[in-house]
């Protein structure tokens, strides 16, 4: 896989899934010799009220990269944070992507529910169906591995 990983987008949604995407993504990126972009997208209400202020969400998002930046220090693979406001959480992600000239985006796919999918949409499908470069998508390892 070795420059497909080169520099490579992770996106990542809280806390728990920056650990379980970390346990899958750096052991593979390290490897290759790669580096990380860790991806937090805000997603916006296109005009609709924000259930959360800015603020908060920049704190949220500061949480969330320090379980990545810590796991990297662990691993000696160099990241990198971006925090991005939203329609749409996987346009927000390409662009990151096209912005830091990333050679993939790589994910484990979240638990979730199916009705609820339908609702609110399937990010991990969109990041798929909608691709602009490789989307790597790795099974989420034990924790208790």
Not at 17 to 36: F, Q
Not at 60 to 65: K, S
Not at 96 to 121: I, K, Y
């Amino acid at each position: 896989m070795g420059d497909l990983l080169e520099t490579v987008v992770v996106p990542v949604a809280s806390e728990a899934d920056a650990e379980t995407t970390m346990r899958a993504v750096l052991p593979r990126v390290g490897e290759a010799g790669g580096s990380i972009i860790a991806v937090h997208v805000v997603e916006k209400g296109g005009g609709a009220m924000d259930k959360a202020g800015v603020e908060q969400r920049e704190l949220y998002a500061e949480d969330v990269f320090a379980v990545v930046e810590d796991a990297c220090a662990d691993a000696g693979v160099a990241c990198e944070t971006d925090l991005r406001f939203d329609e749409d959480v996987a346009d927000g992600i390409f662009a990151a992507a096209r912005d830091h000239g990333a050679s993939a985006v790589a994910f484990t796919p979240r638990e979730s529910n199916r009705w609820l999918d339908l609702l609110t949409g399937d990010n991990a499908r969109d990041l798929v169906k909608r691709a602009e470069l490789p989307v790597v998508v790795l099974p989420a390892e034990d924790a208790d591995e």
